[in-house]
Structure formats: structure tokens, C-alpha cells
């Protein structure tokens, strides 16, 4: 599975980078608490299934998914991606403050 997995994470970054979202904090396959920062959207394996979830303050978990189908996470951890830069860029058009500082909502 750790060469499929590679091949997943491989995927992800490819069509992260074409979104030109490699600005944004998130993490693939780094482990439950290797590499967390606050306020990214995480993809794990974790016990035979996939997980997707964000971090907030502090960085603590919320919003925990789990997926035995990667093709179910997949999808899951792109939506929260998206999410996550519409809910900044509708924070800056409203004049308060975004998560953290990124070229993709920042003005």
C-alpha cells in the first residue's frame, strides 16, 4: 500500500498545483501529527482507511472524514480545498480578517 499511497500523494500535489493552490496549508500523507499547522486540510492513512479532515486554532482537529475508497477522499479533500479559498475570499470581500495570509485571497 506505501507505493500506492506515494502514487496518491503524487496525484494530489499534481492537481494542486494545476488549481495553483500550492499556496495553501494542507498536508498529504505526512502522518496524524507530523508537519500540523494550523488551518489545513489533511489527507492521512490511517488503520486501513483514509481520513480527511481541516485543523484550526491551535491546530485541532474538526470535520474528521473517514473513507475506505481513496476516490471518496480524493474528492472530499479537493472540496475542502476549494472551500477553504472561497470562505477567504468571501472573508476579505467582507472586510475581516482570513484564516492566514495567502497570495490567493489576500489583495
Known amino acids: 500500500m506505501e507505493s500506492k499511497i506515494e502514487e496518491y500523494k503524487e496525484m494530489i500535489q499534481r492537481d494542486i498545483n494545476l488549481l495553483g493552490y500550492s499556496a495553501l496549508k494542507y498536508s498529504l500523507f505526512a502522518g496524524q501529527e507530523n508537519h500540523r499547522d494550523e488551518y489545513q486540510v489533511r489527507i492521512e492513512y490511517t488503520n486501513g ?20 475508497d481513496f476516490w471518496k477522499a480524493y474528492k472530499e479533500f479537493m472540496y475542502k480545498i476549494l ?25
Open 83 to 107: 472551500l477553504t479559498v472561497l470562505s477567504n475570499r468571501e472573508h476579505v470581500q467582507a472586510n475581516e480578517p482570513p484564516e492566514y495570509p495567502c497570495p490567493l485571497w489576500d489583495n
Open 49 to 68: 482507511k483514509f481520513e480527511v479532515y481541516m485543523t484550526g486554532e491551535r491546530a485541532s482537529v474538526s470535520g474528521k472524514s473517514e473513507f475506505e
